[in-house]
């Protein structure tokens, strides 16, 4: 990895990420050196600027960050760095140096998770979802099999639009039975995960 660490006086910023929800975890500064060290010892090591010296992220916490990959951006000069953390990152305890949690988010699948969270929870008889919730458990699991049925019946067929319609519907029915059963889609995916480490 050719990194231009003349062009900013030695240093280069890394962006340290996290490499199962890729949220961004904190900024800190890499020499050579401590570059060098990250590699060897798959803990990310930096230049501290205050403390003028490298720096072992969690040397005293113990809240390391275990490296998993590093990527040079296109100038050659930051790199992204991703890891997994063991522990909170931020020195004042929090997830990330921005105060948010670090939780995997799955686009607009987890808005939707949200979503359904919330309309389990309201009494609402305009809500679709709130009715599902009423009429309890045994229907709500009938649902997703008859709407499996229907995308394996439009799987059959030509129809590519009928096909991604069912297929909607399947998967939000999902989610409502994962509601129902207390299940995060994240649990369901840490599965698929693990599966795919092994495989």
Same mark, same amino acid.
């Given at each position: 990895?050719?990194? =231009? ?12 990420? =996290?490499? %199962?929800?890729?949220?961004?975890l904190m900024l800190g500064y890499m020499n050579s050196e401590s570059f060098e060290l990250t590699k060897e010892s798959k803990r990310v090591t930096f230049y501290s600027r205050s403390k003028k010296r490298l720096?072992?992220?969690? +040397?005293?916490?113990?809240?390391? #960050? ?12 930051? #790199?992204? !760095? ?6 909170? %990152? ?18 607009? #699948?987890?808005?939707? +998770?949200?979503? !359904? ?11 679709? !979802? @709130? *009715? ?5 458990? @045994? ?14 019946? +439009?799987?059959? =067929?030509?129809?590519?639009? #009928?096909?991604? @319609?069912?297929?909607? =519907? ?22 698929? @995960?693990?599966?795919? %480490?092994? *495989?």
């Amino acid at each position: 990895m050719n990194i =231009d660490f003349d062009k900013q006086g030695g240093l280069v910023p890394a962006i340290i990420q =996290d490499s %199962v929800t890729s949220k961004v975890l904190m900024l800190g500064y890499m020499n050579s050196e401590s570059f060098e060290l990250t590699k060897e010892s798959k803990r990310v090591t930096f230049y501290s600027r205050s403390k003028k010296r490298l720096w072992i992220k969690g +040397e005293e916490s113990g809240n390391f #960050l275990e490296l998993v990959d590093m990527k040079l951006d296109c100038d050659r000069d930051s #790199l992204l !760095i991703q890891v997994n953390p063991v522990g909170p %990152v931020c020195h004042t305890g929090t997830d990330t140096c921005w105060s948010e949690q670090n939780l995997a988010s799955y686009g607009f #699948l987890s808005t939707l +998770e949200k979503t !359904i969270d919330s309309r389990w929870e309201e009494e609402s008889s305009k809500s679709y !979802i @709130n *009715s599902l919730k009423n009429k309890g458990l @045994n229907k709500i699991a009938q649902k997703v099999g008859e709407e499996a049925v229907e995308v394996v019946i +439009e799987a059959k =067929d030509d129809n590519m639009d #009928l096909f991604l @319609n069912e297929s909607a =519907d399947l998967l939000f029915h999902l989610l409502v039975l994962f509601r129902a059963k207390k299940v995060k889609l994240e649990q369901v995916v840490e599965i698929l @995960n693990q599966r795919h %480490v092994k *495989s």
